[in-house]
C-alpha cells in the first residue's frame, strides 16, 4: 500500500536550491524525480535566473547574482516572490541573460566561483522579504541540497534558523576532502572555507542523504552525519523485453561532457573508427546540453562513427533510447577529474538502467558509480582505457551479449530504483522526522 496517499493532512515541504525548478535541467529533474506523486504541498527558494517548470511546486522565492549586484550598488532589494496559479508551466520570473551565463559556464574558472561568493557576501543579507516568504509558508520539513557554495551552505543555515522543524540535505560530490589535484590556489583557499562552512552547517541536518556507499561512510565518520542512501528512482513496469539489436550497433551518450568526459568519448569514438574500417559496424550517438568548442566539436563528430547532438526533451531520449542497443555513462581518466567525480552517482546511470539498453560504464577503478554497476554485476565495466577497443570488438563479434547486459540493467534497476519504492520510503522518512519534531515541542 502506498503510504503517501494514507496521509491526513498535507505536509508542507520547503525546497532551498540552487537551480531553478524546472523538469528539463539536471537539479529540477531530481527534485521532480524525488517529489511528482508524494502528497504535500511545496514552496521553493531558488537562486539562480530561470523560469519554474515542474508542475508540482507553486509558491517561490527567487534570488540571483544580478540582484545582488543592483543590492551593492544601491539599485533595489534582494528577492523576487511569485506563485503559480493552478500549477501552470510557466510563471514570470528572472529570466537567463544568455551572454552573460554562459560566458561563466563556459569559462568555468575557480575565480569565478571565489568572486560570486564575494558578491554575494557583501549584498545585504537582512532580507526581511526571504523571512516572510518562510514565516507565512510555515514548513514542516526544509530539504536543502548540499552545494560547493559558501553562499548557499549560509543561506540553508539561515532559513533552518526562522523554523522550528527539520532541516534535511542531499549531498552527491566531495566537497569536504583534500583528495584532489589543482594547482589554482584560489581552489584550495575555497576549500579550507568550504569545509569550515560543512562542519558549521552539517549540525544543522537532520538527516543527509547521499547516492553512495563510500561519500555515506566519508561524512558518517568525519562530520557525525545521519547519512542514508537515496538514488533516482524510474517506473519499471513488468519483466524485461527482447530487443532486436541493431546493425550497426547504436551506443548513445546523452549528458554533459564537461569535467573531461569528452575526452573518454573522443578516445571511443577513435576505436570505433578502427573497428568500422570496413564498413560501419558500430557507432556512437551523443546527445549534450555542454556547449562544446570547435576542437571538441571536431573530436566527437566525424559523421561515421560518432555523431554530436544538441541536448533533446526527456521525451524524445526515450525514443532515442528505445532505438539503441547500449546505454553509454563516461567518465575522465585525467586525475583532477577522477577524483573531483570520485564519489559521484550521476543520475544518467539510473536513466541508462531505464533505458532498456545494455549500459556500459567507463571510468577509473575508484569511481562510486562504476564500483556500484559492478557490484551488481549491472553492465560492460570498463576501468582503463586498454580495455576499452577489447570490449567494443568482443561486443561487435558477439552481439548476443548485449541482449544478456541489458536484462541485467533492468534487474537491477527493479530491484534497487523502483520509483513508488523510493518516493514511499523518502515520505516515511520525513513523516518521521515531523512526528519526532511535534514530540519535542
Not at 524525480?33 to 527558494?45: R, S
Not at 516572510?132 to 533552518?160: E, G, T, W
Amino acid at each position: 500500500m502506498n503510504i503517501v496517499n494514507e496521509a491526513k493532512g498535507r505536509m508542507k515541504i520547503l525546497i532551498l536550491s540552487y537551480e531553478v525548478w524546472r523538469t528539463d535541467n539536471s537539479g529540477g529533474n531530481v527534485l521532480s524525480n524525488l517529489f511528482q506523486n508524494m502528497d504535500a504541498e511545496f514552496a521553493q527558494i531558488y537562486c539562480s535566473p530561470g523560469v519554474p517548470m515542474n508542475g508540482i511546486c507553486r509558491k517561490y522565492f527567487q534570488m540571483t547574482d544580478f540582484m545582488m549586484i543592483k543590492n551593492i550598488l544601491g539599485k533595489g532589494k534582494v528577492g523576487n516572490q511569485f506563485e503559480l496559479r493552478e500549477n501552470p508551466k510557466e510563471a514570470q520570473a528572472e529570466d537567463k541573460p544568455n551572454k552573460f551565463y554562459s560566458f561563466f559556464k563556459k569559462f568555468h574558472w575557480t575565480i569565478f566561483d571565489f568572486a560570486r561568493e564575494v558578491l554575494w557576501k557583501l549584498a545585504n543579507s537582512n532580507n526581511t522579504q526571504l523571512d516572510d516568504f518562510i514565516q507565512d509558508f510555515k514548513p514542516d520539513i526544509i530539504f536543502a541540497p548540499c552545494y560547493a557554495n559558501l553562499f548557499m551552505l549560509r543561506l540553508s543555515r539561515h532559513v533552518a534558523k526562522q523554523q522550528n522543524c527539520r532541516l534535511i540535505s542531499y549531498i552527491s560530490d566531495d566537497h569536504y576532502t583534500f583528495r584532489h589535484w589543482n594547482y589554482s590556489p584560489f581552489f584550495w583557499l575555497n576549500r579550507l572555507f568550504l569545509r569550515n562552512a560543512l562542519k558549521k552547517t552539517f549540525p544543522c541536518y537532520s538527516l543527509v542523504y547521499t547516492m553512495t556507499e563510500e561519500q555515506k561512510d566519508e561524512l558518517s565518520k568525519a562530520l557525525n552525519a545521519n547519512m542514508k542512501i537515496l538514488r533516482k528512482g524510474i517506473d519499471f513496469k513488468g519483466e524485461y523485453s527482447k530487443k532486436v539489436i541493431n546493425d550497426p550497433i547504436r551506443i548513445v551518450f546523452a549528458g554533459g561532457v564537461y569535467c573531461g568526459r569528452w575526452k573518454t568519448l573522443g578516445d571511443i569514438g577513435k576505436i570505433l573508427k578502427t573497428i568500422n574500417k570496413d564498413r560501419v559496424k558500430i557507432r556512437l550517438d551523443i546527445y549534450t546540453p555542454t556547449q562544446c568548442s570547435k576542437r571538441v566539436q571536431e573530436r566527437l563528430n566525424d559523421g561515421e562513427s560518432i555523431f554530436l547532438h544538441k541536448s533533446i526533451a526527456q521525451s524524445e531520449l526515450k525514443d532515442v533510447y528505445m532505438a539503441s542497443d547500449i546505454a553509454l555513462h563516461a567518465e575522465s581518466f585525467d586525475r583532477s577529474y577522477r577524483l573531483l567525480t570520485r564519489l559521484s552517482f550521476s543520475t544518467k546511470i539510473v536513466d541508462c538502467l531505464g533505458s532498456g539498453c545494455a549500459v556500459m560504464a567507463v571510468s577509473w577503478k575508484e569511481h562510486s558509480g562504476l564500483k556500484y554497476l559492478q557490484k551488481e554485476n549491472a553492465a560492460f565495466c570498463i576501468d582503463n582505457r586498454e580495455d576499452i577497443a577489447k570490449v567494443l570488438n568482443e561486443i561487435v563479434d558477439q552481439p548476443d551479449l548485449i541482449d544478456e547486459y541489458a536484462k541485467k540493467a533492468y534487474v537491477c534497476g527493479k530491484k534497487n530504483h523502483q520509483g513508488t519504492v523510493i518516493q514511499d520510503n523518502l515520505y516515511r522518512d520525513f513523516k518521521e522526522l515531523v512526528s519526532n519534531t511535534q514530540t519535542h515541542v
